[in-house]
T-cell receptor, first 117, second 113 residues
Framework: AQKVTQAQTEISVVEKEDVTLDCVYE???????LFWYKQPPSGELVFLIR??????QNEISGRYSWNFQKSTSSFNFTITASQVVDSAVYFC??????????????FGTGTRLLVSP | DGGITQSPKYLFRKEGQNVTLSCEQN?????MYWYRQDPGQGLRLIYY???????QKGDIAEGYSVSREKKESFPLTVTSAQKNPTAFYLC????????????FGSGTRLTVV
Protein backbone atom coordinates (compact mmCIF):
# COMPACT_ATOMS: atom_id res chain seq x y z
CA ALA A 1 0.00 0.00 0.00
CA GLN A 2 1.11 3.51 -0.64
CA LYS A 3 1.86 5.80 2.24
CA VAL A 4 3.17 9.31 2.75
CA THR A 5 4.64 10.40 6.06
CA GLN A 6 5.13 13.98 7.13
CA ALA A 7 6.56 13.62 10.60
CA GLN A 8 6.65 17.34 11.35
CA THR A 9 3.21 18.40 12.54
CA GLU A 10 4.06 22.06 13.00
CA ILE A 11 7.13 24.21 12.45
CA SER A 12 7.60 27.75 13.69
CA VAL A 13 10.29 30.01 12.29
CA VAL A 14 11.11 33.68 12.22
CA GLU A 15 11.03 35.54 8.96
CA LYS A 16 14.14 35.11 6.79
CA GLU A 17 15.01 31.77 8.28
CA ASP A 18 15.36 28.77 5.97
CA VAL A 19 13.05 25.86 6.68
CA THR A 20 12.84 22.29 5.36
CA LEU A 21 9.66 20.25 5.34
CA ASP A 22 10.24 16.52 5.29
CA CYS A 23 8.33 13.96 3.27
CA VAL A 24 8.94 10.21 3.24
CA TYR A 25 6.92 7.91 1.02
CA GLU A 26 6.29 4.21 0.51
CA UNK A 27 5.25 2.57 -2.71
CA UNK A 28 5.79 -0.66 -4.57
CA UNK A 29 5.38 1.00 -7.94
CA UNK A 30 8.41 1.76 -10.04
CA UNK A 31 6.61 4.59 -11.78
CA UNK A 32 4.98 7.16 -9.59
CA UNK A 33 4.62 10.88 -9.07
CA LEU A 34 5.25 13.07 -6.07
CA PHE A 35 3.59 16.38 -5.35
CA TRP A 36 3.69 19.25 -2.93
CA TYR A 37 0.63 21.40 -2.24
CA LYS A 38 0.19 24.51 -0.15
CA GLN A 39 -3.02 25.14 1.79
CA PRO A 40 -3.30 28.76 2.95
CA PRO A 41 -5.88 29.76 5.58
CA SER A 42 -8.46 30.28 2.83
CA GLY A 43 -8.57 26.51 2.39
CA GLU A 44 -7.87 25.76 -1.25
CA LEU A 45 -4.91 23.59 -2.15
CA VAL A 46 -2.36 25.26 -4.37
CA PHE A 47 -0.20 23.06 -6.57
CA LEU A 48 3.53 23.67 -6.08
CA ILE A 49 5.40 20.90 -7.86
CA ARG A 50 5.13 17.50 -9.50
CA UNK A 51 8.06 15.13 -9.84
CA UNK A 52 8.08 11.75 -11.57
CA UNK A 53 10.01 8.81 -10.21
CA UNK A 54 12.55 8.81 -13.03
CA UNK A 55 13.65 12.36 -12.51
CA UNK A 56 15.80 12.78 -9.44
CA GLN A 57 17.07 16.18 -10.35
CA ASN A 58 16.58 18.72 -7.63
CA GLU A 59 14.46 21.68 -8.58
CA ILE A 60 14.57 25.30 -7.60
CA SER A 61 11.83 27.83 -8.13
CA GLY A 62 12.58 31.18 -6.59
CA ARG A 63 12.80 30.67 -2.82
CA TYR A 64 11.47 27.12 -3.10
CA SER A 65 13.59 24.05 -3.71
CA TRP A 66 12.91 20.34 -3.65
CA ASN A 67 15.27 17.46 -2.94
CA PHE A 68 14.15 14.09 -4.32
CA GLN A 69 16.13 11.05 -3.20
CA LYS A 70 14.86 7.65 -4.26
CA SER A 71 17.48 5.89 -2.15
CA THR A 72 15.83 7.21 1.01
CA SER A 73 12.30 7.56 -0.44
CA SER A 74 12.25 11.20 0.46
CA PHE A 75 11.00 14.32 -1.26
CA ASN A 76 11.86 17.24 0.97
CA PHE A 77 10.83 20.84 0.44
CA THR A 78 12.96 23.82 1.47
CA ILE A 79 11.87 27.43 1.70
CA THR A 80 14.76 29.86 1.72
CA ALA A 81 14.43 33.19 3.48
CA SER A 82 10.91 32.44 4.68
CA GLN A 83 8.24 35.12 4.66
CA VAL A 84 5.03 35.59 6.61
CA VAL A 85 3.06 34.78 3.45
CA ASP A 86 4.58 31.30 3.51
CA SER A 87 2.50 30.48 6.58
CA ALA A 88 0.24 27.63 5.55
CA VAL A 89 -0.21 23.90 5.75
CA TYR A 90 1.93 22.02 3.27
CA PHE A 91 0.98 18.60 1.98
CA CYS A 92 3.16 16.04 0.28
CA UNK A 93 1.31 13.56 -1.93
CA UNK A 94 2.03 10.44 -3.95
CA UNK A 95 0.30 9.23 -7.07
CA UNK A 96 0.61 5.87 -8.68
CA UNK A 97 0.75 5.79 -12.48
CA UNK A 98 -2.15 3.41 -13.02
CA UNK A 99 -2.83 1.87 -16.39
CA UNK A 100 -6.46 2.99 -16.30
CA UNK A 101 -5.44 6.62 -16.17
CA UNK A 102 -6.95 7.09 -12.76
CA UNK A 103 -4.53 8.87 -10.49
CA UNK A 104 -5.31 8.35 -6.87
CA UNK A 105 -3.43 10.86 -4.78
CA UNK A 106 -2.36 9.68 -1.34
CA PHE A 107 -1.67 12.59 0.99
CA GLY A 108 0.49 12.97 4.03
CA THR A 109 -1.02 14.52 7.15
CA GLY A 110 0.48 17.91 6.39
CA THR A 111 2.95 20.21 8.09
CA ARG A 112 1.74 23.52 9.43
CA LEU A 113 4.34 26.24 8.91
CA LEU A 114 4.11 29.39 10.99
CA VAL A 115 6.38 32.25 9.97
CA SER A 116 6.45 35.12 12.40
CA PRO A 117 7.72 38.63 11.62
CA ASP B 1 -10.79 32.28 -15.66
CA GLY B 2 -10.82 28.50 -15.52
CA GLY B 3 -11.19 26.82 -12.19
CA ILE B 4 -13.32 24.88 -9.78
CA THR B 5 -16.18 26.43 -7.88
CA GLN B 6 -17.46 24.86 -4.71
CA SER B 7 -20.56 26.07 -2.94
CA PRO B 8 -21.53 26.89 -0.34
CA LYS B 9 -18.39 27.83 1.54
CA TYR B 10 -20.03 27.05 4.88
CA LEU B 11 -22.88 24.65 5.46
CA PHE B 12 -24.73 23.69 8.60
CA ARG B 13 -26.71 20.51 8.81
CA LYS B 14 -29.05 19.17 11.40
CA GLU B 15 -28.62 15.58 12.39
CA GLY B 16 -30.65 13.27 10.18
CA GLN B 17 -30.66 15.59 7.18
CA ASN B 18 -29.11 15.02 3.80
CA VAL B 19 -27.12 17.89 2.31
CA THR B 20 -25.61 18.37 -1.12
CA LEU B 21 -22.31 20.08 -1.81
CA SER B 22 -21.83 21.60 -5.23
CA CYS B 23 -18.72 21.32 -7.39
CA GLU B 24 -18.48 22.85 -10.85
CA GLN B 25 -15.42 23.08 -13.12
CA ASN B 26 -14.83 24.87 -16.41
CA UNK B 27 -11.42 23.39 -17.09
CA UNK B 28 -12.73 20.70 -19.43
CA UNK B 29 -11.18 18.12 -17.14
CA UNK B 30 -12.40 14.56 -17.47
CA UNK B 31 -11.83 13.35 -13.93
CA MET B 32 -13.29 14.78 -10.75
CA TYR B 33 -12.77 13.87 -7.12
CA TRP B 34 -14.13 14.49 -3.65
CA TYR B 35 -11.84 14.54 -0.65
CA ARG B 36 -12.54 14.94 3.02
CA GLN B 37 -10.13 16.73 5.35
CA ASP B 38 -10.22 16.41 9.12
CA PRO B 39 -7.99 18.37 11.53
CA GLY B 40 -4.51 16.90 11.73
CA GLN B 41 -5.22 14.42 8.98
CA GLY B 42 -4.46 14.34 5.33
CA LEU B 43 -7.06 14.30 2.62
CA ARG B 44 -9.03 11.11 2.20
CA LEU B 45 -10.73 10.16 -1.04
CA ILE B 46 -14.52 9.79 -0.90
CA TYR B 47 -15.54 9.29 -4.54
CA TYR B 48 -14.10 9.90 -7.96
CA UNK B 49 -15.37 10.00 -11.51
CA UNK B 50 -13.34 9.55 -14.66
CA UNK B 51 -16.14 10.11 -17.18
CA UNK B 52 -19.73 11.26 -17.28
CA UNK B 53 -22.26 8.82 -15.84
CA UNK B 54 -19.58 6.80 -14.14
CA UNK B 55 -18.07 7.06 -10.67
CA GLN B 56 -16.20 4.89 -8.21
CA LYS B 57 -15.97 4.64 -4.44
CA GLY B 58 -12.87 5.91 -2.77
CA ASP B 59 -11.52 4.98 0.63
CA ILE B 60 -14.34 6.41 2.76
CA ALA B 61 -17.48 6.32 0.61
CA GLU B 62 -19.90 5.09 3.28
CA GLY B 63 -22.59 7.66 4.00
CA TYR B 64 -21.94 9.62 0.83
CA SER B 65 -23.37 9.60 -2.68
CA VAL B 66 -22.46 11.36 -5.92
CA SER B 67 -23.67 11.84 -9.46
CA ARG B 68 -21.94 12.82 -12.69
CA GLU B 69 -24.60 13.78 -15.19
CA LYS B 70 -22.50 16.52 -16.77
CA LYS B 71 -18.78 16.76 -17.34
CA GLU B 72 -18.66 20.05 -15.49
CA SER B 73 -20.51 19.00 -12.36
CA PHE B 74 -19.87 16.47 -9.59
CA PRO B 75 -22.16 17.09 -6.61
CA LEU B 76 -21.64 15.26 -3.34
CA THR B 77 -24.52 14.34 -1.05
CA VAL B 78 -23.77 13.74 2.60
CA THR B 79 -26.51 11.45 3.82
CA SER B 80 -27.84 10.84 7.29
CA ALA B 81 -25.96 7.55 7.25
CA GLN B 82 -22.67 9.43 7.55
CA LYS B 83 -22.04 9.26 11.29
CA ASN B 84 -19.47 12.00 11.56
CA PRO B 85 -19.97 14.44 8.69
CA THR B 86 -18.40 17.53 10.24
CA ALA B 87 -15.32 18.18 8.10
CA PHE B 88 -13.82 20.24 5.31
CA TYR B 89 -14.68 18.92 1.86
CA LEU B 90 -12.54 19.55 -1.17
CA CYS B 91 -13.42 18.91 -4.78
CA UNK B 92 -10.71 18.44 -7.39
CA UNK B 93 -10.32 17.73 -11.08
CA UNK B 94 -7.61 16.63 -13.45
CA UNK B 95 -7.04 15.54 -17.00
CA UNK B 96 -7.60 11.81 -17.18
CA UNK B 97 -4.31 10.88 -18.73
CA UNK B 98 -0.95 11.51 -17.24
CA UNK B 99 -0.11 12.46 -13.69
CA UNK B 100 -0.91 16.13 -13.81
CA UNK B 101 -1.46 17.95 -10.62
CA UNK B 102 -4.97 18.19 -9.37
CA UNK B 103 -6.79 21.50 -9.41
CA PHE B 104 -8.71 22.01 -6.20
CA GLY B 105 -11.71 24.07 -5.30
CA SER B 106 -11.76 26.33 -2.26
CA GLY B 107 -13.68 23.83 -0.17
CA THR B 108 -16.91 23.58 1.80
CA ARG B 109 -16.87 23.43 5.57
CA LEU B 110 -19.75 21.29 6.80
CA THR B 111 -20.85 21.42 10.42
CA VAL B 112 -23.51 19.31 12.04
CA VAL B 113 -25.53 21.22 14.59
Amino acid sequence: AQKVTQAQTEISVVEKEDVTLDCVYETRDTTYYLFWYKQPPSGELVFLIRRNSFDEQNEISGRYSWNFQKSTSSFNFTITASQVVDSAVYFCALSEAGGTGFQKLVFGTGTRLLVSP
Amino acid sequence: DGGITQSPKYLFRKEGQNVTLSCEQNLNHDAMYWYRQDPGQGLRLIYYSQIVNDFQKGDIAEGYSVSREKKESFPLTVTSAQKNPTAFYLCASTLSQGAYGYTFGSGTRLTVV
